[in-house]
């Protein structure tokens, strides 16, 4: 059941743009004084660099899938030949599908619904 129906438009306004970041992201606070964030990080031997504006908790997106491995993408056992089409449903800002597309042969394709 959606809750802000029932809350006046101003407040329906509010709680969309502050809270839901903080009820999704564990926390994060985001800064209105930072207009983006770049963060270049290391997958294997290649360093990957992603850029998000100033509403997405990008530091802990990439802790989640790259060094707490979320996913469980090293225990996946890819073979060196082959095409592999992996489709990403809600790809949010793209870190999983940057780490996917490091696989030999892969190609990701994202869909993201939230503009």
């Known amino acids: 059941m959606r809750l802000t129906k029932w809350l006046p438009k ?13 009820v999704y992201t564990y926390g994060f606070r985001p800064s209105p004084s930072v207009v983006d964030q ?16 100033h509403r997405t908790a990008l530091y802990d997106m990439i802790s989640e899938v790259v ?22 449903i809600g790809a949010n800002v793209g870190v999983t599908a940057l780490v996917l597309s490091q696989i030999p042969g892969a190609q990701v394709t994202c869909y993201e619904p939230d503009p």
Do not use: N
Not at 68 to 85: I, N, P
């Open 10 to 22: 101003p407040l329906q306004k509010f709680v969309r743009e502050r809270m839901t970041v903080y």
């Open 38 to 53: 770049a963060l270049r990080f290391r997958v294997g031997d290649r360093y990957l660099k992603l850029t998000a504006d």
């Open 67 to 88: 060094a707490y491995d979320c996913y469980q993408l090293g225990r996946v056992r890819w073979s060196d030949h082959g095409e592999r089409r992996i489709v990403d």
